[in-house]
């Protein structure tokens, strides 16, 4: 059974950075691209980043130049360096494949910008 656990999120003043892994349990890793998503209150879930598993790399306009994806297929692991960080990058954050699959779903893990 596939599992994704994300660790690393807090909370970190404007201008901050934090950086985000997610530990993938299963062969599902070695096979799949990966991405960062998030979700703030009252709005949709959105892609933040993936990475293909040769590592291209893909991200959402309101963090290109911020935030940096990155995996290593041997540790089954998938990162993502958030620097200066905004009040607008606060939210839930989620690993899971991309396109995303219902049934990795974690609980994600939370990360506040706030001053």
């Known amino acids: 059974q596939v599992q994704l656990v994300e660790s690393g999120g807090g909370s970190v003043q404007p201008g901050g950075s934090l950086r985000l892994s997610c530990a993938a349990s299963g062969s599902i890793f070695s096979i799949s691209a990966m991405g960062w998503y998030r979700q703030a209150p009252g709005t949709q879930r959105e892609l933040v980043a993936s990475?293909?598993?040769?590592?291209?790399?893909n991200y959402t306009d309101s963090v290109k130049g911020r935030f940096t994806i990155s995996r290593d297929n041997a540790k089954n692991t998938v990162n993502l360096q958030m620097n200066s960080l905004k009040p607008e990058d606060t939210a839930v954050y989620y690993c899971n494949i991309h396109p995303p699959a219902s049934r990795y779903w974690g609980q994600g893990i939370q990360v506040t910008v706030s001053s």
């Open positions: 990475i293909t598993r040769r590592g291209r790399t």
